[in-house]
C-alpha cells in the first residue's frame, strides 16, 4: 500500500501519473513498443519530448527570450556548468551561502573561478536567510548565483532579488510550486527529482542572450547553446524522466496550473507550521517569513524520542519524515504532490504523538 510520502527527494510523485504511466508502459501509442525502447530521435518520441517542452513552457509563461533545456547530471552538474560557461564574462562569480546547498554550488564553483562570497549566513547555522539588501555584489562578476529554497535547512527567499547582473538559481526544491516571473532570471535550473518527476533529468532555463556568450572553446558537452542547438539531443536525452515530466506538467495543467498550486501549498505549509508554532513539544525556530513552503523542517524539544516518532510514524503510514543527517531532527517535504489530505493526517499523527509523549 501506498503511504503519504514525505521525502524530499526522490519525492512523491502524484499517484494517478504513476498509474497513467504504468497504463501504457508495455506499449506506447499503437507504437508496438515501450516509451522506454523507441529511440529518442522517432517522429513518436519527438513529438513527446516537444509536447513536454511546450508545456512547460505554458505552464511557467516562459518567455521567448528564454530557452528551456532537458538536461542530465541533476542540479549537481549545474554547479560546474555555470561557471565553466560564463567565467569568461568577468573577473569573478558572487555567490549567496544560505544553506547547504548554495554552499556546496559555491564549492564546487571556486574551483573553477574565483568566488566571492557575497553573503553568508553560515555562522549561524543557516537559521536566517541572508537579506538581499547586505549582499555584497562584487563589481566586475560574471553573475550572482543563489538558492532561493533550501530543501535541507528548510529556510526559503521568498522576494526575488534585485540585481544588475545575471541572475541564477537553483531551484531544485521549489520549481513550478507557485507562479515565477522566468524573465527576472537569466538562469534557473531544477533536478527534477523533487517538484517534477523521476530523477535523471536537470531542467535548465536560460536566457538566450545570455546563453550566446558562453564560453565556445568549451566541450560540446558543456556548452548551453550547443545543447540548445541540439533540441536537448546532443546525445541520448533520459527519456523516460523526459517523458515522465511531461505527464506530469498535463497534470499539473489540468488541476489548474500554478495558480492552484500556490494556493495549495501556502494552505498546506501554513496549517502545519500553526500546529507546530502552537505546540510546546515541537519547534521551528526560522523566521515567520522566511520558512520554506515546500521543506518543513521541525524538531522535537525532547530528541530522544526521535527514534520513536520516525518508528509510530512510518507506522501509520507517514513516510520518510526524517530530517537531513547533517542537520537532524524531522523535515516533512511538501511538494505538489503532497495532498492537503496527507498534511491533515500528518498534524493528527503529530498531536496523538504528543499527548502520548509530551
Ligand atoms: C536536491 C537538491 C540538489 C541536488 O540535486 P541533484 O539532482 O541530486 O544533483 C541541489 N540543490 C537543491 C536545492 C536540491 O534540493
Same mark, same amino acid.
Given at each position: 500500500?501506498? +503511504?503519504?510520502?514525505?521525502?524530499?527527494?526522490?519525492?512523491?510523485?502524484?499517484? %494517478?501519473?504513476?498509474?497513467?504511466?504504468? %497504463?501504457?508502459?508495455?506499449?506506447?501509442?499503437?507504437? +508496438?513498443?515501450?516509451?522506454?525502447?523507441?529511440?529518442?530521435?522517432?517522429?513518436?518520441?519527438?513529438?513527446?519530448?516537444?509536447?513536454?517542452?511546450?508545456?512547460?513552457?505554458?505552464?511557467?509563461?516562459?518567455?521567448?527570450?528564454?530557452?528551456?533545456?532537458?538536461?542530465?547530471?541533476?542540479?549537481?552538474? @549545474?554547479?560546474?556548468?555555470?561557471?565553466?560557461?560564463?567565467?569568461?564574462? +568577468?573577473?569573478?562569480?558572487?555567490?549567496?551561502?544560505?544553506?547547504?546547498?548554495?554552499?556546496?554550488?559555491?564549492?564546487?564553483?571556486?574551483?573553477?573561478?574565483?568566488?566571492?562570497?557575497?553573503?553568508?549566513?553560515?555562522?549561524? =547555522?543557516?537559521?536566517?536567510?541572508?537579506?538581499?539588501?547586505?549582499?555584497?555584489?562584487?563589481?566586475?562578476?560574471?553573475?550572482?548565483?543563489?538558492?532561493?529554497? %533550501?530543501?535541507?535547512?528548510?529556510?526559503?527567499?521568498?522576494?526575488?532579488?534585485?540585481?544588475?547582473?545575471?541572475?541564477?538559481?537553483?531551484?531544485?526544491?521549489?520549481?513550478? =510550486?507557485?507562479?515565477?516571473?522566468?524573465?527576472?532570471?537569466?538562469?534557473?535550473?531544477?533536478?527534477? @527529482?523533487?517538484?517534477?518527476?523521476?530523477?535523471? !533529468?536537470?531542467?535548465?532555463?536560460?536566457?538566450?542572450?545570455?546563453?550566446?556568450?558562453?564560453?565556445?572553446?568549451?566541450?560540446?558537452?558543456?556548452?548551453?547553446?550547443?545543447?540548445?542547438?541540439?533540441?536537448?539531443?546532443?546525445?541520448?536525452?533520459?527519456?523516460?524522466?523526459?517523458?515522465?515530466?511531461?505527464?506530469?506538467?498535463?497534470?499539473?495543467?489540468?488541476?489548474?496550473?500554478?495558480?492552484?498550486?500556490?494556493?495549495?501549498?501556502?494552505?498546506?505549509?501554513?496549517?502545519?507550521?500553526?500546529?507546530?508554532?502552537?505546540?510546546?513539544?515541537?519547534?521551528?525556530?526560522? @523566521?515567520?517569513?522566511?520558512?520554506?513552503?515546500?521543506?518543513?523542517?521541525?524538531?522535537?524539544?525532547?530528541?530522544?524520542?526521535?527514534?520513536?516518532? !520516525?518508528?509510530?510514524?512510518?507506522?501509520?503510514? !507517514?513516510?520518510?519524515?526524517?530530517?537531513?543527517?547533517?542537520?537532524?531532527?524531522?523535515?516533512?517535504?511538501?511538494?505538489?504532490?503532497?495532498?492537503?489530505?496527507?498534511?491533515?493526517?500528518?498534524? @493528527?499523527?503529530?498531536? %496523538?504523538?504528543?499527548?502520548?509523549?509530551?
Amino acid at each position: 500500500m501506498r +503511504g503519504w510520502n514525505f521525502s524530499a527527494g526522490p519525492a512523491a510523485i502524484p499517484q %494517478e501519473v504513476i498509474k497513467e504511466v504504468q %497504463e501504457e508502459l508495455l506499449e506506447y501509442n499503437s507504437s +508496438g513498443a515501450s516509451i522506454i525502447e523507441i529511440g529518442h530521435r522517432t517522429d513518436i518520441y519527438s513529438q513527446v519530448a516537444e509536447e513536454s517542452k511546450n508545456d512547460l513552457i505554458e505552464i511557467l509563461k516562459i518567455p521567448n527570450s528564454h530557452e528551456v533545456l532537458f538536461l542530465q547530471g541533476g542540479a549537481t552538474h @549545474q554547479f560546474s556548468m555555470i561557471p565553466l560557461n560564463f567565467r569568461n564574462m +568577468g573577473n569573478n562569480a558572487d555567490y549567496v551561502v544560505s544553506g547547504t546547498w548554495s554552499k556546496k554550488a559555491a564549492d564546487e564553483a571556486s574551483k573553477l573561478i574565483d568566488v566571492n562570497i557575497s553573503a553568508s549566513s553560515e555562522n549561524m =547555522s543557516f537559521s536566517v536567510f541572508p537579506k538581499c539588501s547586505d549582499w555584497d555584489i562584487s563589481k566586475h562578476s560574471s553573475y550572482v548565483h543563489y538558492c532561493p529554497n %533550501e530543501t535541507i535547512q528548510g529556510i526559503a527567499m521568498h522576494e526575488i532579488p534585485k540585481i544588475d547582473k545575471p541572475l541564477m538559481a537553483d531551484m531544485t526544491s521549489v520549481i513550478l =510550486s507557485q507562479p515565477l516571473d522566468v524573465s527576472k532570471f537569466d538562469l534557473i535550473y531544477a533536478g527534477a @527529482q523533487k517538484n517534477i518527476g523521476p530523477a535523471g !533529468l536537470t531542467i535548465v532555463i536560460i536566457s538566450k542572450e545570455l546563453m550566446e556568450k558562453g564560453d565556445s572553446s568549451l566541450p560540446k558537452i558543456l556548452r548551453y547553446s550547443e545543447h540548445s542547438k541540439a533540441n536537448s539531443m546532443l546525445n541520448t536525452p533520459p527519456t523516460f524522466s523526459w517523458y515522465f515530466a511531461g505527464k506530469v506538467f498535463k497534470w499539473i495543467k489540468r488541476s489548474g496550473g500554478l495558480d492552484y498550486f500556490e494556493a495549495l501549498n501556502k494552505k498546506k505549509a501554513e496549517k502545519l507550521y500553526d500546529f507546530i508554532d502552537s505546540s510546546d513539544f515541537y519547534v521551528n525556530n526560522l @523566521q515567520k517569513s522566511q520558512r520554506s513552503l515546500m521543506n518543513v523542517t521541525f524538531n522535537l524539544k525532547n530528541d530522544d524520542l526521535n527514534s520513536s516518532f !520516525l518508528d509510530e510514524s512510518k507506522a501509520n503510514s !507517514l513516510l520518510n519524515l526524517k530530517g537531513h543527517a547533517l542537520v537532524g531532527g524531522m523535515r516533512a517535504s511538501i511538494y505538489n504532490a503532497m495532498p492537503e489530505e496527507g498534511v491533515t493526517k500528518l498534524i @493528527q499523527f503529530m498531536s %496523538e504523538f504528543e499527548s502520548k509523549y509530551g
